[in-house]
């Protein structure tokens, strides 16, 4: 078997909020609570498991997510809908701007704990050339 990701831990204020918060931008259901986790999974399996832990304990970390271009217009439609604050690029330098980096388009968002969210619609590199 190859090596996947299956899930990764999300710490949150609050686990619901920030599940929602995901899955709506991302046109995506939030699963049943299981034991301190409410999961989110993506298209390819992987689980974003939301755990409300104290404020004092979040550390910032950067989640990105490829997307075809109709869900990017989703998504980034859904972030201005909301009146979030959104930037070009990580360090936050550009904002109000999305990126065109590899020939695709990208932007940067933050969850309601804090985490960078990334929505991207061509992997850092590009896409692998056909030969």
Same mark, same amino acid.
């Given at each position: 078997?190859a ?7 999300? !710490? ?17 259901? *939030? ?8 999961p *989110? ?12 832990? !104290? ?11 490829l *997307? ?7 998504g980034f ?13 990580p360090?936050?330098?550009r ?9 695709g ?17 061509? !992997?850092?590199?590009?896409? !692998?050339?056909?030969?």
């Amino acid at each position: 078997m190859a090596v996947q990701l299956n899930h990764t831990i999300v !710490p949150s204020r609050d686990k619901h909020e920030s599940a929602k918060f995901l899955a709506d931008v991302l046109g995506l259901e *939030v699963g049943p609570a299981a034991g301190p986790f409410v999961p *989110v999974e993506t298209a390819n399996g992987v689980t974003l498991d939301f755990a409300s832990v !104290p404020e004092g304990d979040i550390r910032t970390q950067h989640y990105a997510f490829l *997307v075809s271009e109709e869900e990017f217009d989703a998504g980034f439609g859904r972030v201005r809908e909301a009146g979030l604050t959104y930037w070009a690029d990580p360090r936050r330098q550009r904002e109000g701007e999305i990126n065109h980096n590899d020939g695709g388009r990208g932007v940067y968002f933050l969850d309601p704990s804090g985490h960078a969210m990334e929505l991207l619609t061509v !992997p850092y590199g590009g896409w !692998p050339q056909e030969k």
